[in-house]
């Protein structure tokens, strides 16, 4: 059931510019991370568990949340996953570039605009997913999301290590005291 994917290869074709021709095997692996990845925290292990669930045996409990929310955010966190990996493959002898007679290769530059376009698409769905299920609506929708806690790493106290004892004694490099 862990295997479950949420949405499928030809969805994340349907909501991004991926090409219609790129071999479904080079972006599978990247749609079950990043359903982890990505996924998983926003929505919470217990209401993830409850979506893989419902896919896997073919309910239909969660399929509007999917549609409408997590799809895209999948989509666009798959691709911005798979993207660096679809043009350099690691083989046995190390990480090489492929390339094909008619085309060329993109400069870092580029790179980095392509990318952080991808990036910012993710992040946005990803928002989109996190606000709407925390509206009151979709709270009573989904119980579990609202029973997920949640760390936000903001709004956390940290960890009380003790009060500093006032050493002031200088140390060399090696940790020795040098005012011994």
């Given amino acids: 059931m862990e295997d479950t994917l949420l949405i499928s290869i030809e969805d994340i074709k349907a909501v991004t ?20 990845m990505y996924i998983r925290p926003v929505v919470g292990d217990a209401l993830m568990d409850a979506m893989i669930a419902s896919v896997a045996t073919g309910g239909t ?12 955010a999948l989509a666009y966190s798959t691709w911005f996953s798979a993207a660096p990996f679809l043009h350099m493959k690691t083989q046995k002898k190390g990480i090489v570039l492929q390339s094909a007679d008619d085309s060329t290769n993109i400069s870092l530059d580029e790179w980095s605009v392509y990318s952080q376009r991808i990036e910012n698409n993710m992040t946005f769905y990803l928002r989109r997913v996190k606000d709407y299920l925390d509206t009151a609506a979709a709270k009573a929708l989904y119980p579990l999301y609202a029973s997920n806690k949640q760390i936000n790493p903001q709004n956390s ?21 040098i005012d011994c």
């Fill in 17 to 36: 510019s991926i090409s219609d021709n790129i071999d479904v095997s080079m972006l599978e692996p990247f749609l079950a991370t990043s359903q982890d």
């Fill in 61 to 72: 409990t969660y399929q509007s949340l999917i549609d409408n929310y997590v799809l895209k």
């Fill in 157 to 177: 106290s940290g960890i009380f290590l003790g009060y500093s004892r006032g050493n002031t004694k200088s140390r060399n490099d090696a940790g020795d005291c």
